[in-house]
């Protein structure tokens, strides 16, 4: 299971712990609010995962880190080619566990974005793993994406339906004590929230310590 401190990676996460023991992989690069990976810290441990690993790469960025690199129609927290880079090491980390799911938690609003998110990539992606590795293709491992028919309303629906502690998720681009409530990631969170007609517990009226 891929986990950040977000909505929508907590509800898939809360989703495929129904059916299945999880590992939670955690990435940790230049530049992510040290709040975030709290937060994933803090969801593992509500959610019982059997382990949580945190993966350093100090040298990947964000496009608004990488001086005179403003790609076309993305946004400035664009990783390049970020899941083939998270999900090779998922594999990896399928080989090292037995495990015969590779779970991510994007969304159908993602699709719209990053290209990297879309059916074909992960299918081809799939593909390109099972022919690399004996041991994965003797697992039969699949990628599998439960939320990416769902635009973000709906995950936070279907997060609030499975109890998922929406309280320690995290979703300010920013590194502060607090959501800032004006960054594009706050923002989203707000109207998402909004739209799903599900009050939100970190809103300002009702901050909350993670714990």
């Not at 594009?184 to 310590?209: H, Q």
Request: charged share 25%; proline share 5%; net charge positive.
């Amino acid at each position: 299971m891929l986990l950040s401190g977000g909505i929508d990676s907590a509800a898939a996460l809360y989703l495929i712990k129904k059916t299945h023991p999880v590992r939670a992989l955690t990435f940790e690069y230049q530049g992510i609010a040290g709040r975030e990976l709290d937060s994933a810290r803090a969801i593992a441990r509500r959610a019982g995962v059997l382990e949580q690993r945190v993966v350093r790469l100090p040298d990947l960025r964000e496009a608004g880190d990488i001086p005179g690199f403003k790609p076309v129609g993305l946004p400035s927290t664009y990783i390049p080619l970020r899941n083939s880079i998270f999900y090779a090491f998922a594999a990896s980390y399928a080989e090292e566990t037995g495990a015969s799911l590779i779970v991510g938690g994007h969304n159908r609003d993602d699709t719209e974005i990053f290209a990297d998110v879309s059916s074909e990539f992960f299918r081809s992606l799939q593909t390109a793993l099972l022919t690399g590795s004996r041991i994965l293709r003797r697992n039969r491992l699949r990628i599998v994406r439960p939320l990416s028919r769902r635009r973000k309303p709906e995950v936070i629906r279907v997060a609030a339906s499975l109890g998922v502690p929406l309280e320690l998720t995290w979703s300010c681009h920013k590194d502060l004590k607090e959501h800032c409530w004006d960054c594009d990631g706050c923002l989203s969170r707000r109207r998402a929230f909004a739209s799903a007609g599900v009050a939100d517990p970190l809103s300002p009226a009702k901050l909350e310590k993670i714990t």
